[in-house]
């Protein structure tokens, strides 16, 4: 996957992200990043140079463009909201519920997350998502990769209803997929988390 990142203050104009207004500016800057990337690809939303961002912001530049991104307008493209402070999280966070939406955070290293500097990456996630599918999605997140068939073994229910809910995770563009032929013949889909796909693009441009 191809990985490029966005600082939301280069995006925006400004440090200080508040107003409709600002979060217009931030939106249309922001989906022609998104329109750019090669697919399959993503975007990692840098807020570490940003210093107040309100709900309005929020809702016009971030929760718009993770709307159109989970209705498929930017076909197999990802976001990820990097070094969001928790006052930050809070906004973004109402944005995407009043949308019924969620999108993937992570803290990168050297940044500050109650007083203490990151190391590694952090990964969460924020907004809301169905009680099935966050577990799911926590599944995801630990293991790096799940099938379906996996899943269904691990949760003891059907495999159609295993593929349907990971079906509705990258839909949500909250995880990406990739095929992988089987030993018996024919191919099955492997879902990837969002951090595992990260990371291993980093690793093929060192």
């Known amino acids: 996957m191809d990985w490029r990142t966005c600082d939301v203050r280069t995006l925006a104009g400004t440090g200080d992200c508040v107003t409709r207004a600002t979060g217009a500016i931030l939106r249309d800057a922001l989906e022609r990043a998104l329109e750019e990337i090669p697919e399959p690809g993503g975007i990692l939303c840098d807020f570490v140079r940003v210093g107040v961002l309100d709900f309005s912001c929020a809702d016009e530049g971030i929760a718009r463009p993770v709307s159109r ?11 990820i909201l990097a070094n969001a402070t928790p006052t930050h999280l809070e906004n973004l966070a109402v944005a995407l519920e009043r949308k019924v939406l969620a ?3 992570v803290l990168l290293p050297g940044a500050i997350a109650v ?7 952090v990964w969460g996630m924020t907004g809301v998502l169905h009680p099935s599918l966050a577990e799911v999605y926590e599944m995801i997140q630990k293991d790096g990769t799940l099938t379906a068939k996996t899943l269904a073994g691990r949760l003891g229910i ?3 209803t295993a593929s349907t809910r990971l079906i509705n995770l990258h839909k ?6 990739d095929e992988s032929a089987l030993k018996e013949g024919g191919r099955e889909f492997v879902y990837v988390s969002l951090a595992r796909a990260w ?3 980093l690793t093929q441009q060192v």
């Open 69 to 79: 991104l989970a209705s498929g307008e930017y076909g197999e493209r990802h976001l």
């Open 103 to 105: 999108c993937p955070t």
């Open 115 to 121: 007083g203490v500097r990151v190391k590694k990456p």
């Open 158 to 160: 059907e495999l159609n």
């Open 172 to 177: 949500r563009r909250l995880i990406a997929r």
């Open 199 to 201: 990371a291993e693009t």
